[in-house]
């Protein structure tokens, strides 16, 4: 079995910090169970149980938690750096820790009818707003015409966006994005079905198996395994994935729609009313601005569109919290953002 250091794991002066003084040694998640969780650890693999009744739902692939190596009990998760979480099925809808901790989230989409802005101001939005630095990959750029094109129009949403065009199945294009994840890097790959994620994981792995996991009997004693989903890159990183990833939408993305559309906030502002909707207001900037042909009417029906989605979300988050406090605490958890903040 390959060992690995802490750092190697992802380990940092955020998560040294809170673990300063406290039992337990450091292991990071990498399978979520029913009712336990597998862990890596510089000492190998270790399956952990949680205290008492809590359920593994409070914990995400990618924590950092402390155990007791005697017991193999988990004993605590360590506050994330970052959070990414769906908003799962069911009334109120409660938020779901989908990964913790993820360095940097990869925006997929393709270099054909699937390129589509609206859809990537909204990763972008949730990448901001869980802490994670967005990475857009456009893939089949091999198939394209003019694939500089498609770069072009991606980098023009916001300064925030850096984008690359590659065909996902050589591993020498797919090396480019190596530096996202090299030593102690952790990585997630989100985007519609088809557009290369699979290929690209393929890649960033060498094609390992990723099919050990934890194996426990359900609740009607069958047997079943939770599949692994941190997987090793090439580079000494790690890749996030799981079946969640592919459903991300977009929950409690306020600050995340700010940035990705400062643009609009900012004029928003220069409004004569400060709640201008922008319609048929007198002295509206963002009407100026059309008008003069300087903004896309689009951009500003998108906004809208997002917003509207977003407080929608937050009404039925706000519900489910006041429901489960202690989720609530995991969330603001996830919120409080390290070294990726920007402005840091
Ligand atoms: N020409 C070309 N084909 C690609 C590229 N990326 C992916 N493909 C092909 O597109 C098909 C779908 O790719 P996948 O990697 O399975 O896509 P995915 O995003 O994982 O799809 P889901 O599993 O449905 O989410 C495969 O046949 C790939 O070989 C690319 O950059 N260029
Ligand atoms: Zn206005």
Not at 74 to 100: K, M, W
Not at 125 to 144: H, I, K, M, N, Q
Not at 165 to 192: E, I, K, M, N, W
Request: with cysteine.
């Amino acid at each position: 079995m390959t060992h690995f250091s802490l750092a190697d794991l992802g380990w940092s002066a955020h998560f040294a910090s809170q673990a300063k003084g406290k039992p337990g040694a450091p292991a990071r998640v990498c399978a979520v169970a029913r009712d336990r969780i597998e862990a890596l650890t510089p000492n190998g693999t270790v399956a952990l149980t949680l205290p008492g009744k809590r359920s593994t739902g409070t914990v995400a692939v990618g924590d950092w938690v402390l155990h007791d190596p005697a017991t193999l009990r988990s004993l605590e998760v360590l506050e994330r750096r970052t959070l990414l979480q769906r908003r799962a099925a069911g009334a109120p809808a409660t938020p779901q820790a989908i990964a913790a901790n993820v360095d940097t989230l990869g925006i997929v989409s393709a270099c054909n009818h699937d390129f589509n802005v609206a859809r990537l101001e909204r990763y972008l939005a949730l990448a901001d707003a869980s802490g994670c630095l967005p990475l857009v990959v456009l893939t089949r750029a091999d198939e394209a015409d003019d694939a500089a094109n498609y770069r072009r129009r991606a980098e023009a949403i916001s300064p925030l966006v850096v984008a690359l065009t590659l065909d996902a199945r050589d591993p020498a294009q797919v090396a480019r994005l190596a530096s996202r994840a090299d030593r102690g890097q952790t990585l997630a790959l989100v985007g519609s079905s088809g557009v290369g994620k699979t290929t690209l994981s393929n890649a960033l792995t060498g094609r390992q198996d990723g099919t050990r996991g934890i194996r426990e009997d359900d609740s009607r004693g069958r047997h079943t395994t939770t599949a692994r989903a941190l997987h090793r890159t090439t580079g000494g990183g790690w890749l996030v994935d799981t079946p969640g990833m592919r459903e991300l939408g977009l929950t409690g993305a306020a600050d995340g729609i700010e940035t990705v559309f400062a643009d609009l906030s900012d004029l928003a502002a220069r409004c004569r009313f400060t709640d201008c909707r922008h319609e048929t207001e007198p002295g509206c900037a963002i009407r100026a601005e059309i008008a003069a042909g300087r903004l896309d009417p689009d951009r500003l029906a998108r906004w809208r569109k997002l917003r509207r989605e977003d407080a929608r979300n937050a009404e039925t988050l706000a519900e489910a919290h006041a429901r489960d406090r202690s989720f609530g605490r995991l969330v603001r958890q996830g919120k409080a953002r390290g070294r990726h903040k920007r402005g840091d």
